[in-house]
């Protein structure tokens, strides 16, 4: 077991990684490298397994989505399973199947707006591709692979002022019609609109020459902004990146789990589609995490024991309180950025915090003497959701909902403090280490 990351190693990791991460498809694939090389093993889904306490394993479903797993020495009987959850998306603009557009002599693709982006933010930024292709080999069968572009080959104009003079008072955002990126411009010779697979086919080929591909069949592509992320302020007291949201918390749970205890059963679970609801087959309301513990833990009475010893830190972004926007907190609940994580409670059931989770998380918190934060919605305002709910009533382990305090989430570029994330990680840390079973009495 290697030691705890400091601030600036964290941060440094987090943002390496979110760089080499424009998709769900290269989060996953990033998770899965780092595990390789730590030792972890990959389990096929579609295989038998022979699981040994004492090993590390890991699975990948839809490329999306991954469960890492320390199988502790210790009898899961007694210890449980110390669970960490996050998600892999992030809101984003994805490219329609048929999104070729030629509107005077320019290139433009279709695209459709994923979860509930800021689409503001979209305009006027140096925009790539990245995404999986789905492909017809030369022996006539179909693989997947993962393209990048990385340079910048789209952009979204906005309309001038002088053409829309009510802009800074009015303007609103029709998805269909304003958000339409430009990628060319036709020569005055050319007549024929390229086609979009065409264009990924010889991506793929420059990306992957050993690959003998024919033809792509079909594809999952996202545009994203190729800014990179950055520490900025004065005493760069923040992190600017796209997707904080929530590759940060992936970060978090990646990083504490490969320093995890032998001795105790540890699982780490990011997951697709929660800015969509989580329903899919590698979402969280989906089977994966319920099947893999079946699979774990074939019998029943014994896995129910060992759930009710276990529990889950879902881990997702929080509001930190905008210092222009105060009046959109609860006066007693807004989390400060670089105070410490935050703890998420909604009598409603939008998180699925308890007095007793919390209590945990507020006791380890003290124990390492790292700041912690509470956060309630406005009465009058709606709240948003993470897997924590889902996953709590879906697999009925005790969670807690925490987070980091952001900035302008859910935009092309979102801000966070530098302390926070590396406080999530020290919890997250001894978290999977924690050497009893989580069972209150």
């Known amino acids: 077991m290697s030691s705890v990351l400091d601030q600036t190693e964290f941060n440094q990791q987090l943002l390496s990684f979110i760089q080499s991460s424009p998709t769900p498809f290269h989060a996953t694939h990033s998770i899965a490298t780092r595990l390789s090389l730590a030792g972890f093993i990959e389990l096929d889904e579609a295989a038998a397994w022979d699981l040994k306490a004492g090993k590390r394993y890991f699975i990948k479903r ?25 998600h892999t998306d992030s809101p984003c603009l994805k490219v329609k199947p048929q999104p070729e557009l030629n509107r005077k002599g320019y290139l433009q693709l279709g695209v459709e ?12 930024r140096d925009l790539s591709l990245a995404g999986r292709v789905t492909y017809k080999t030369t022996e006539n069968k179909i693989a997947s692979a993962l393209i990048d572009f990385k340079q910048p080959v789209a952009t979204i104009p906005s309309l001038a002022i002088h053409l829309d003079r009510e802009a800074n008072n009015s303007r609103s955002i029709n998805a269909q019609r304003d958000i339409v990126p430009v990628l ?42 190729t800014q990179a992320p950055a520490f900025i302020g004065l005493q760069r007291d923040f992190i600017a990146s796209a997707r904080l949201d929530n590759l940060l918390s992936c970060v978090v749970g990646l990083e504490a789990i490969l320093q ?15 800015e969509v609801g989580s329903t899919s087959c590698c979402g969280a309301k989906g089977p994966m995490l319920q099947q893999f513990l079946e699979r774990l833990i074939p019998d029943t009475e014994t896995r129910i024991r060992v759930i ?15 210092p222009n926007f105060m009046d959109r907190h609860d006066e007693n ?27 945990f998380f ?19 305002m709606g709240c948003g959701s993470t897997i924590g709910p889902i996953v709590s009533s879906e697999v009925g382990v005790k969670t807690i909902d925490v987070g980091v305090p952001t900035f ?4 092309i570029r979102e801000l966070a403090g530098v302390a926070d994330a590396h406080y999530l990680y020290q919890i997250a840390s001894a978290f999977y280490q924690y050497p009893s079973a989580l069972r209150f009495v």
């Not at 210790?74 to 399973?81: A, E, H, N, P």
């Not at 990924?200 to 994203?224: G, M, N, R, W």
């Not at 205890?261 to 929660?274: A, P, Q």
């Not at 302008?408 to 935009?411: E, L, R, T, V």
């Open 408 to 411: 302008a989430m859910h935009s």
């Open 362 to 380: 507020h006791l380890l918190c003290e124990q390492l003497q790292v700041p912690v934060q509470v956060f309630v919605a406005r009465t009058d």
């Open 260 to 274: 995890a205890s032998d001795e105790v059963s540890s699982l780490l679970i990011c997951t697709d589609h929660e």
């Open 308 to 322: 009710e010893n276990s529990l889950m830190i879902s881990a997702d972004n929080a509001h930190g309180v905008h």
């Open 184 to 225: 060319l411009q036709f020569g005055q010779e050319q007549t024929l609109t390229p086609n979009f697979k065409s264009i990924l086919l010889a991506q793929l080929k420059k990306e992957c020459p050993h690959i003998a591909a024919t033809q792509i069949l079909d594809f999952e592509i996202s545009l994203y902004d």
């Open 113 to 124: 707006v994923y979860g509930g982006a800021l689409l503001a933010p979209w305009f006027d």
């Open 333 to 359: 609940h807004g989390p400060l950025l670089n105070r410490g994580p935050v703890v998420k409670i909604n009598a409603n059931q939008r998180y699925a915090t308890t007095s007793e989770t919390s209590g």
């Open 62 to 86: 839809n490329d999306s989505s991954i469960i890492a797993f320390v199988y502790g020495k210790k009898s899961l009987l007694d210890t449980g399973i110390r669970m960490l959850g996050a």
